[in-house]
């Protein structure tokens, strides 16, 4: 017997939620990927119209970085704090911002003194067909050995 309740949803709602499926499907797939790789502690969350999954680097700490899967596609989101430009390259994030135009950096981090410091707004949309999949992959791995998430060995 058919689902009686996708059945009485209608085709649309039901094309959505198929369309959102798929995108969790393959930002689990990623997550377990990442978890194999990283130790990170993964928290999921399914809304009206989107799942999102939480990374921490710790289990007693609060989520630093969060990707939510929608019927459109991927997001990525996290803050960082770091330096546009200075002497010590892996506390440089000026990259991200030249890089993606979703990006941006508070005044301080936007400043035109020495060694400018502050937060990024870190924002990255993606599909599982999107051309630079795996450029905006390594550049989360990347964000995460900023951020310090131990490695698994």
Known sequence: MDNLILQAIGNDAVESINKIKKNKEFLSKLIRDLGQVYTMYVTN?????STSFNIARYSTSLATMHFTATEKGITFKTRLLGYRECSTKAWELGWIIDKYDT???DSNFMSE????????KVVLNFTDTSANL???IRDITRMMDAEKFAKRF
Do not use: A, K, S
């Open 113 to 120: 003194t020495i060694n400018p410091h502050g937060w990024v």
């Open 103 to 105: 990006c941006e950096g």
């Open 45 to 49: 969350q399914d809304d009206m119209n």
């Open 134 to 136: 795996l450029d905006i």
